[in-house]
């Protein structure tokens, strides 16, 4: 018994040891000398998350708890139960969308939320329901709010009629919404697709307008929605079929046909790009490559444009494109590139030469590109379009190549008219243009600007033939031995040329101030037919000394009309007719243009044709006279000298104007070199033949150079000059100076 009662004594003592220590049992805490339950929900709720986490309900139990998931959540792996502790589960989304698929019905679309999910009407429904989470999807009358808020949905020729989920515009007779259900009517011209008379060459033309025009008219007709819809791809597809068709066969001979099949295209890419189902198309052909880009909205279409197709890019924005329509919220754009078409059309220059005042050649140096937009007004666009053109071949810039950037006229020929040239290198060149149309890069290839060379061989070449001329107009003019008819004849000439190669050789180069280079382009208009005017006369001298025998001298009076008349006539008439065409951009001379040179040349060839003439009966005539029974064969050698001396002052000046006509002409360096050469022997080939080569010339020389290098025996031949035998020297000499004046 003692030792019992002395157990449950320790017992209750160890009770009490603990008691007073505060040992509980887990989720008890010793609390006012007790033990207490611990509440896991509330300790552990910071910033309204609980020990269970966010999406999850904390519930407290003695001694524990246990979390669960909210509405809309669901634990985390999903074969747990549905009371769990932190450490047992998490709480994720529930996505409703997946676990019942018809949860939204059949109209609606299930969109799943964090912790539930909503039904989404389709376009043309509007959702009902309060929360959003069934299906009361009802029809929205457009009709009815397009009437409210008096919009004009459907355009002025089209009448709205509501349909489930849509609305269709109903178009008058003669305009169309391409098929498409909630499109504005717009007018539409099938006759645009009508050719009045196709070219032979052009068979696939007619096809092509025939196919377009068929489905312009089903368009027309259509009545109910859908009615008359084609596919746009398909038509597309069939359109550029059949230009492959047209241009495979070979060239385009006539402009016309090139802008009829360009039209033909243009107008089919407006009717088609409504028709297409994709707002980007791209198509490649045998011999095109098309890229359409359309919008439709409701809200005029904004942001930048770009289009390329390899070897063509178009840089611009959607307004431009749109411009001002009537439906706004309608863009289409495209970018068509011919792959062969660029051999067809490059001989159609016509504009640009009338625009070029120099001898210029052309030549087509990129593919050819058709820009098509909706914007009605592409004549003055309202902001400039860019396009990048690749050059057929690398091409390095110099002063004799140029680019233009060059449209297709209604005229049938390329113009450059509001295209400009922004930037070129090598391989591109980059086009601004004011207007759309179709488009292409032309290589322009101008005169050669004369070279170093050619500029000292001219300058030299010139001054030598000065130099003789001054020595034979000298000549000419004080030598008395030789007086008459002929020398006054050559003293002209060699004026005329000593003006005109002085004037060539200061100003032919001078082309500012425009005026002054029209002044000294016709002065040497003037003087070079005042040479070839004289040379008529020469040639008219020698024929009336060797026929007429008797009175062969010609009045001074009649020789100054002729010589300086007739030039200063056709110069006075050529100004008159074309004023402009004296002076062009790279020298002083009269323009290849209209027809101006040949005022110079026409007169040339005549002057040369009867020279041929008259020297022919001369040579005939003499030598008649050499074969007569008896001949004085010292006036005749003399006649014969005159002739052959005529003769060859007339081929070399006929054969320098021979060079002449090409001296402006590029790839002509060679004929620049012979021109200049020659126009140098001019002044050195009259002082050699009609001075140097003459016995009294010289004879006038030596004389002279005696009495510079000594004055006494100067002095010394003056006085015996006075003798009777000097005297009848003189005599005599005059008397065959006479005796010369009347052959």
Not at 437 to 445: G, K, W
Request: a neutral charge; glycine letters at 8%.
């Amino acid at each position: 018994m003692g030792s019992g009662k002395e157990l449950l004594i320790l017992g209750f003592i160890f009770v009490l040891i603990s008691s007073a220590s505060g040992s509980c049992d887990n989720g008890l805490e010793f609390k006012e000398g007790k033990c207490s339950d611990i509440n896991e929900c509330e300790s552990s709720s910071q910033e309204n998350v609980t020990i269970c986490g966010k999406n999850s309900n904390c519930f407290n139990t003695n001694g524990s708890y246990y979390c669960q998931c909210r509405v809309g959540f669901e634990n985390l792996p999903k074969n747990r139960a549905t009371n769990f502790t932190a450490k047992d589960g998490q709480c994720i989304d529930t996505n409703e969308c997946l676990k019942n698929k018809n949860i939204c019905g059949k109209l609606a679309k299930c969109e799943n939320l964090i912790g539930s999910y909503r039904c989404v009407c389709p376009s043309g429904y509007v959702n009902k329901s309060h929360n959003n989470r069934t299906e009361h999807c009802e029809d929205i009358n457009e009709c009815e709010e397009a009437e409210k808020n008096q919009e004009n949905i459907c355009g002025d020729k089209g009448t709205c009629e509501n349909i489930n989920g849509s609305y269709w515009c109903k178009c008058q007779r003669g305009y169309t919404n391409y098929g498409n259900e909630r499109t504005p009517c717009s007018k539409l011209n099938c006759d645009r697709f009508t050719a009045s008379k196709p070219s032979p060459s052009l068979g696939g033309l007619a096809d092509i307008l025939t196919m377009m025009r068929n489905s312009c008219l089903a368009l027309s007709d259509s009545t109910v929605p859908g009615e008359g819809k084609a596919d746009g791809e398909a038509l597309l597809e069939k359109l550029l079929t059949a230009t492959d068709l047209v241009l495979s066969p070979g060239p385009v001979e006539s402009s016309k046909g090139v802008s009829g099949l360009l039209g033909a295209v243009e107008n089919s890419i407006l009717l088609i790009g409504p028709q297409l189902k994709v707002n980007n198309t791209k198509m490649d052909t045998k011999e095109t490559v098309a890229q359409i880009a359309v919008i439709k909205g409701k809200t005029r279409p904004t942001g930048p444009l770009h289009l390329t197709n390899g070897n063509t890019s178009l840089n611009t924005d959607w307004s431009t494109a749109a411009g001002t329509g009537p439906y706004p919220g309608f863009a289409l754009a495209a970018l068509l590139s011919y792959k062969n078409l660029e051999g067809f059309m490059n001989r159609s220059f016509e504009e640009l030469k009338e625009a070029e005042e120099d001898d210029v050649s052309f030549q087509v140096f990129s593919k050819v590109v058709s820009v098509v937009v909706s914007n009605p007004s592409t004549q003055k666009l309202s902001s400039p379009v860019n396009i990048t053109f690749r050059h057929l071949q690398d091409q390095e810039t110099s002063p004799e190549v140029g680019f233009i950037c060059v449209y297709w006229s209604e005229s049938g020929a390329w113009s450059s008219d509001g295209c400009t040239q922004q930037q070129t290198n090598v391989t591109h060149t980059v086009c601004r243009c004011e207007h759309l149309s179709s488009f292409a890069v032309l290589m322009a290839l101008y005169p050669m600007e004369p070279m170093y060379e050619l500029e000292v061989v001219t300058k030299v070449g010139l001054i030598v033939s000065l130099v003789c001329l001054v020595l034979s107009i000298l000549t000419f003019q004080f030598c008395r031995s030789i007086q008459g008819t002929r020398t006054t004849i050559h003293l002209h000439l060699c004026i005329c040329l000593f003006m005109a190669d002085l004037v060539f050789l200061v100003g032919v180069s001078q082309t500012e101030p425009e005026g002054g280079c029209r002044f000294v382009a016709a002065m040497l208009h003037f003087f070079f037919l005042g040479v070839m005017a004289w040379m008529l006369l020469e040639g008219v001298q020698l024929y009336r000394m060797v026929v007429l025998v008797f009175n062969a001298s010609i009045r001074p009076l009649f020789l100054y009309v002729f010589g300086y008349g007739v030039p200063l006539t056709i110069v006075i008439l050529s100004a008159i007719i074309r004023p402009k065409g004296y002076g062009t951009k790279q020298h002083c001379w009269l323009s290849l243009k209209d027809g101006l040179i040949w005022s110079f040349f026409g007169p040339v060839c005549i002057i040369i044709i009867l020279n041929v003439f008259f020297f022919i009966v001369t040579v005939w005539k003499l030598a008649q006279k050499f074969t007569s029974l008896n001949p004085d064969l010292s006036k005749l050698h003399k006649m014969r000298a005159f002739t052959v001396t005529a003769i060859a002052q007339m081929c070399i000046l006929g054969l320098m104007w021979v060079f002449g006509a090409f001296l402006f002409h590029k790839d002509m360096i060679a004929v620049a070199y012979i021109f200049t050469i020659l126009n140098s022997l001019q002044g050195a080939l009259v002082f050699v033949m009609h001075c140097l080569l003459s016995k009294q010339v010289r004879e006038e020389y030596a004389q002279f150079l005696s009495c510079i290098c000594t004055p006494q025996k100067k002095r010394y031949s003056d006085f015996s000059s006075t003798n009777p035998s000097s005297s009848q020297s003189q005599g005599s000499r005059s008397g065959q100076l006479t005796g010369e004046s009347h052959i």
